[in-house]
């Protein structure tokens, strides 16, 4: 190809008289302000999450860490929209994040797999999100092979998901959670 016109440039190489690209914005993907929460089921006027601000971007990936009882759990469930904010909002690709999740665009995974599991076997669990959110079932098959095959769950579908040891468990969960396809 042609190369461009000569450019003059600084003691530091920098191109004079040429418009530096404007550096690139980008948008938050999962935003936090302000918020406030209380686990499920604590008296209402004693949030233990106060005040978290916070910005995701796509793809980066945080860890929420600290002591027990510091409030980890309800500071993901008030991002997830699963508890209701004492104060301050949440939104997700801009949209609120109450109307995200009933969009299916968000999915959790909670530490103790065994209480979120309802289904009687492996490959109705892995479905059962997606069927309630009204995805196809041609839709639905082909994902939860997929994802059964990804996690090595594929000879285990037809199986009472309470007879898999907890971190198998814990796959049939993140299945599930792919399967609804959260953003």
Known sequence: G???PPVARDRRGRARGVAEPAPERVMSFLVARGVAAAPP????PAPVVRDVTLEVRRGEWVALTGPNGCGK????????GLVPLAAGDVTLDGLPIARARGAGD??????EPSSQLLQPTVGEEIAFTARNLGRPDAEIGAEVRRWSEWFGLAGERARE???LSAGRQQLVLLAAALV???R
């Open 161 to 163: 998901p309470h007879a």
């Open 180 to 182: 609804s396809k959260p």
């Open 106 to 111: 968000v999915a959790v995974v909670m530490q």
């Open 73 to 80: 759990t309800t500071l993901a469930l008030a991002l997830a």
């Open 2 to 4: 042609a190369l461009g």
């Open 41 to 44: 089921g604590a008296p209402a």
